[in-house]
């Protein structure tokens, strides 16, 4: 079965500083999707991206920026110039493409002080 | 549209009690599924359905059943309520791409269920 590891639990950071949190993979599948989740205090689970396994290019949108690596099954999330409102806990997770079990990585709460 | 919806938001159940936690879903999805998510766990999938009369169990089935009588509602059942499904339950639903699952998930508010 599939797993997703984020082994990062917690991250402390201060208010404009670039921060990455790291996601690692494991699939038997070749055609998989990888994604990421934002969790803010007020509980909602807000979708944040989806890779497919044959897109390895990196993706920027905003103050927001994803790097996919097959080849050391990563897919990691760098947030540039953190602010406040990034505070949050973010999930990874991988469904392999033939059914719709999805696993999610433990999460990465992510702290941004002023 | 709605979305998905959840109810109840809050509930708190005796151990041995049984109740249903309602999901539904305006747009259409074919897949519906539940998860729940502990601390320090992420989510877990409890059950999932690939279309109405159709569901599999996920990671974490025991304690818990599920149907899907309509495209738009996949109740999930607490048979009889134990402390250890003390959690915050989420629904979610997706659609599909190419007649595969998009993997996708779409997320209700959330159930936070306390069992004493």
Known sequence: AQKVTQAQTEISVVEKEDVTLDCVYETRDTTYYLFWYKQPPSGELVFLIRRNSFDEQNEISGRYSWNFQKSTSSFNFTITASQVVDSAVYFCALSEAWNNDMRFGAGTRLTVKP | ?116
């Not at chain 2, 134990?82 to 791409?97: D, G, N, R």
């Open chain 2, 1 to 116: 549209n709605a979305g998905v919806t959840q109810t109840p938001k809050f509930q708190v159940l005796k151990t041995g009690q049984s109740m249903t936690l309602q999901c539904a879903q305006d747009m259409n999805h074919e897949y519906m599924s539940w998860y729940r998510q502990d601390p320090g766990m992420g989510l877990r999938l409890i059950h999932y359905s690939v279309g109405a009369g159709i569901t599999d169990q996920g990671e974490v089935p025991n304690g818990y059943n599920v149907s899907r009588s309509t495209t738009e509602d996949f109740p999930l059942r607490l048979l009889s309520a134990a402390p250890s499904q003390t959690s915050v339950y989420f629904c979610a639903s997706s659609y599909s791409e190419a007649g595969q699952p998009s993997g996708e998930q779409y997320f209700g508010p959330g159930t936070r269920l306390t069992v004493t």
